[in-house]
């Protein structure tokens, strides 16, 4: 008897050991936070930036809105800055969370060791007017009592913007040959380009606060009188050649 109960009760460790060791097992080294995948061909190059609770990992889904495809997957970190480009489309983003990363079949695990939340609204990823880039920011939320999750979805602009490279030229002599040059800097003609870009509004047509914003854009001051065209002096030596290198940069503006 004293043996057959030493048996039992080796056979019922053994088991609880193999429970244990098991879930341990299934556990994988979890990727490196950032894009995993990117399944629709096309470049990635809109912003998306998503803010998340501290206390669990998250798997992230991009799906085509109206194929439901999958188009692009990211891990996250929990509480960590977490950005990333998506190429272009309108999107069903949906988010897998989880404390012990089983890899991409299982997840953080069966059952309710998985939690999923699906973004309410569908998000579109496209070009806005001249060269912006529209995307969006989204916050989840964790809410109270139950712990499920919310978010909340604003707006996010890649900007781009040309400037000349180098230093500003001196401005030419009156009397010199008569060239005009862009008025103000480099800098302000990049704040009210950026304004324009972004549609956010001007001064009313034929005040003086317009007319010094185009005084920064067009050859020559609006306010002086018109000059002659340089095809109507005869004999008179060209202009010396310029060259001038431009950039184009991007930046977020929204």
């Known amino acids: ?6 048996e039992k009760c080796a056979g019922r460790l053994l088991a609880v050991l193999l429970a244990c060791l ?14 995993m995948w990117n399944r629709t061909g096309l470049p990635a ?10 206390g ?48 991409e079949e299982r997840l953080f695990g069966p059952g309710v060791q998985t939690r999923w939340y699906e973004l309410p609204q569908v998000l579109e990823f496209a070009i806005r007017g001249a060269g912006i880039k529209a995307g969006h920011a989204v916050t989840l939320i964790r809410q109270q009592p139950g712990g499920g999750l919310g978010a909340a979805v604003t707006a996010q602009h890649i900007c781009q913007i040309a ?24 800098r302000s003609r990049g ?3 950026l304004q324009w870009r972004l549609q956010l509004g001007g001064p ?21 009188p018109p000059r002659a065209s340089g095809l109507d002096s005869r004999g008179r030596p060209p202009p010396p050649a310029r060259f001038r290198s431009y ?8």
């Open 1 to 6: 008897m004293t043996f057959r109960c030493a």
């Open 163 to 186: 400037s000349v490279e180098g230093a500003e030229p001196q401005p030419e002599p009156a009397s010199a040959s008569g060239l005009f040059q862009l008025g103000g800097d480099a």
């Open 56 to 103: 669990a990992d998250y798997y992230l889904t991009l799906s085509d809105a109206e194929t439901g495809a999958a188009a692009l997957a990211a891990y996250i970190e929990g509480g960590a800055f977490f950005k990333v480009l998506v190429p272009p489309g309108r999107y069903v983003l949906r988010f897998a969370s989880g404390a012990h990363w089983q890899g």
């Open 247 to 254: 950039s184009v940069r991007s930046l977020f503006c929204g």
């Open 22 to 35: 098991v879930p341990l097992a299934l556990m994988a080294e979890p990727p490196r936070a950032g894009l």
């Open 45 to 54: 190059v809109f912003p998306l930036q998503v803010k998340t609770p501290a």
């Open 191 to 193: 704040i009210l380009h």
């Open 204 to 224: 009313q047509a034929g005040t003086p606060l317009e007319q010094w914003q185009r005084s920064l854009f067009l050859l020559g001051n609006p306010l002086l």
